[in-house]
């Protein structure tokens, strides 16, 4: 669209969302004025004549006890004229719409030819059966391309439909909880919904959905119109007010907020999919092919050959690299176990077959008729991989289909042993069991992951809204929901988020979820701030106030001990590890902690004798030796502190602050070149780590510290004078 079209819209939209009628007819007339034979204007000149009756009663001083029902009217009828008016402009000036409009043919789909053609087609389905084999398997292909005809075309002409009428909705929520219609047919229609209604609000179309997901008995039909009224919500016009009587009513029922918050977890996941095909790139793959027993070369896969000497030398070698492989695959298991989408890195790259230029195609129930692979089912024949795929495989329909065409390509050209083993079912490695693919959560995540596939795949899914973006996948923090028992189960998502690590998901929950006398609200805020927001001091006044709630919670003044520290407040950090030193003597990493504050506080006398202590439990540990050079540095103790110095940066743990705080030993024992040169190693760590630019001075860094270095008489010049040997060089 062009952007002043979008913004008449916008303006338009907006105005109609307060219910300023007049205001928003003004608007109306002016856009279809200058848009002139876009849509018929019939509807636009009834509601001004209306509009214009209601004005000149009100004038005339009539009282009308009607009158806020009659403006309500005017208002959703005048919705309903700018949504057609919308859609019309989006179908000659959007990719998407423009498409799906070409596709759908102008066709005129009357509800008795939908009907016919949807029943009649089980019908001719069930009479096959009594053909002769031959004839049947013809007729079979030609009954299923012609439905299958009809499908896409019906599909295409869902999404760039007009608003409906209440004969509609009644008409499709009938057709879609009937016996007599293919489960298929109705998952494909419920998917043309979702995507009309989710780009252009219409009150009957979700009435529709939010019903069959009340109704059904089938489960796959429950969960397909359950995700389809949620991703509904991403439509922002819900101005007809029995929108929101629907969706109280539907949350009335304890199940539904049990699935809705299911949902929203399995949500999550589908937004952690790139963080997680990264890990497995990164992480997983990587071992699974080291440890393989396969050399992988531009010129094909061969067994590498077998060492005869490694049974000798190395007699447990073949059982610790199984182990590994084994490992690998358990953790990719693991993920997926928990709900993580595996897949989606393999098979986002077999979305470029023809057989996903047809739009309903990516919404599609997996079933081996399908016309459009009819060819590759044709050279999988005498194979089961199909029917294990359909009845095993832990894929989404999308990615049934992917594989599907994927392997009819290879197939010809595989080895024969190759192709034997593609007729067991240990050929797909992990199954699923019946039990799992019948429930709900199996059902609902292989759903997601088709519509995950088409939002991120599709190459026009940047015209459409979309339901897994930064505004819209937060679902249970829309409006709607609050007061409701769906806000209940925050905290449980907050620390779900958490565990998971979406940040986005816990900083939007967060602005939901804040209560100040709820202990896990504080500690769910201070953990946000310090550890995502990078906010110690807003992190240092959430866990403070829940430290005067709750001050045996140990976790918790973890948390605010580090939160001081970050902010400076060392003596504030030292009391609250003293206080978990205390009550946990034995534990070294708090002891260490609480030596580290205590240093940073200049509190040198209290904190060497528990140094010293960790250095006798812990004689190699780096970090012991690091916390006890500083701090005998600060006891003016130098020899001793450069002796820590020189055997920490003669490890292997040396880090780069290291040779700067070694650098000030070797200054206060007045070793002039050891500082210079040691500094020198700081500032070129810092480059190439990032930390600093080629032409940055350590003038910064050598100045945070001039209390410290003043402390060891040090003055001033000589100050100035290091900080230029050191940039000089």
Known sequence: MENKDLEQFDDIFDSLSDHALGLSLRQVRLFVNEHPNMISNEALEDIEHDYALMLGYMRRGYIDPQRESVYDNLV???????????????????????????????????HERVRSELENF???QAMLSLEPIEEMKKKSRKLYEEHNRFMQILFCSMIVSSQWNEGDADFYENLLLSPLVDTIDIQLIISALTLAVMNNMDINKFTVLINVYRKA?????????LI???FSLSAEMRIHAKFEELVVSTLEDPKVIKELVELQKQIIFCTNTEQDSEKIQKDIIPDLIKHNNLNITRNGISEKEEDPMQD?????????EMEKVEEGFQKMMNMQKEGSDIYFGGFSQMKRFPFFY???????PFYPEHPEIAGAMDKLEGTSLVENILENGPFCDSDKYSFTLAISSIISRLPKDMREMLNTTEALGVTVGKDEQCSPTYIRRMILQDMYRFFRLYNHHKDLEDPFNITNFMFVTDVLFEDTELYKVLPELCYFALKHKNKDALAILMTKYYDENDPKSLYLHGYYELNYNKDSYSAVRYLGMLNDIEPENKKALSLLARAYFECGEYEDAAECYEELYEDDQENNSIALNYCVAMAKAEMYDDAINLIYKLSLDMPESVNVMRVLAWTLMGLNRIEQAEKEYKRLLNSDEVETGDW??????????????DAVERFKRFMALSKENGIKKENDSIADDILDDYDFISDHEISATDVQLMIDMVDSE
């Open 228 to 230: 389809g009224w949620v």
């Open 217 to 225: 008995d089938i489960e796959k039909i429950r969960q397909k119109a």
């Open 76 to 110: 959703n009828r005048l919705y309903n004229f700018v949504s057609n008016l919308n859609m019309a402009y989006k179908i000659r000036n959007v990719s998407f719409f423009m498409e799906a409009a070409r596709k759908s043919g102008n066709y005129t789909f009357t």
């Open 122 to 124: 089980v019908t001719d």
């Open 358 to 364: 047809n739009l309903a195609n990516w919404f599609c």
């Open 660 to 673: 700067l705080n070694a650098g000030y030993s070797a200054w206060f024992m007045g070793n002039i070149n």
């Open 312 to 320: 000798v030398f190395d007699p447990v070698a073949d059982d610790r």
